[in-house]
């Protein structure tokens, strides 16, 4: 069993900054700047289109931004420390006016620590803690929140997906006790498009009350995913349909954060699914 005991008030707390996601979705707005995102590549890779984008996201709505210096698409080339920080920290600093939390995209406990040094408050890890063994400790002892999301360095159908989701966490969470990370501080992430299958993808999705029971509020990314290509035909640009749908099951669901491209639709979507789980 996890050894953090899950939070009692619906607040993730963000280096100071609580978000309260009692009855309100939160909605994490994307910001890559990055030249070879699957969705949205170069878009933002210029200092002055990251600022607007991220200004408009803020305009739209958006609670959070997430910022990223990496592509973690499947086929991705890595990409070393020094060049990922040189893409990000500019972009932190010239986000600080910004009335939102920033949250760093990282796998590298390195780049997150510069990260928080610029003003992020929240480490987006995709490896959950398992991976840098130091990324515990740097957030740890920036107080920073954490996203913590489930993946798999290799994709097994065979793979009881829910239950691999479950322990997973329950390590996730043990190295935030040690590390010393408040449970208040902590979102998971069920990791879509990360080492499933479709079938498992699809099986994670329709599960996610079952990681909610940990107690921890759950982030949810599924925005122009190739889940939703596999589902209808249609390139990333296109799938703005579809991510909403599958949001809009995450919210009926219990999640807290969604992950999101297109804000102004989300936070609209999010509203008015919020309005009518209110009058059940």
């Given at each position: ?25 939160l909605v994490m707005g994307i910001l890559n700047v990055t030249p070879d995102s699957f969705s949205d590549g170069g878009r933002s890779a210029r200092l002055d289109d990251a600022v607007a984008n991220a200004e408009r996201m803020v305009a739209e709505g958006a609670d959070i931004i997430d910022v990223g ?212």
């Open positions: 069993m996890a050894s953090l005991t899950p939070p009692t008030q619906r607040l993730f707390d963000a280096r100071g900054r609580r978000l309260d996601y009692a009855g309100r979705t210096g990496e592509s973690t698409r499947p086929g991705h080339t890595p990409v070393p420390a020094e060049e990922e920080m040189a893409r990000v920290l500019p972009v932190l600093d010239a986000l600080a006016h910004l009335p939102v939390p920033i949250s760093i995209d990282t796998q590298k406990a390195k780049v997150a620590e510069a990260a928080l040094a610029h003003g992020a408050a929240i480490v987006n890890d995709i490896w959950g803690l398992m991976g840098d063994p130091d990324m515990a400790r740097v957030t740890a002892a920036h107080e920073a929140g954490l996203v913590a999301m489930h993946n798999r360095a290799s994709v097994d159908g065979s793979v009881d997906i829910v239950a691999d989701m479950l322990a997973f966490f329950d390590q996730t969470l043990e190295r935030a006790a040690r590390a010393g990370i408040r449970p208040e501080r902590i979102s998971l992430d069920p990791g879509i498009g990360f080492g499933k299958t479709f079938e498992q993808n699809l099986k994670a999705l329709a599960s996610l009350s079952e990681i909610g029971r940990l107690g921890f509020p759950i982030l949810l990314g599924t925005s122009r995913k190739s889940l939703i290509g596999k589902v209808i035909d249609a390139a990333p640009a296109e799938r703005l349909p579809g991510t909403i749908a599958s949001n809009v099951i995450g919210i009926m669901a219990g999640c807290a954060i969604i992950r999101v491209h297109d804000v102004a639709a989300h936070v609209q979507a999010a509203r008015v699914t919020e309005a009518i789980l209110r009058a059940a």
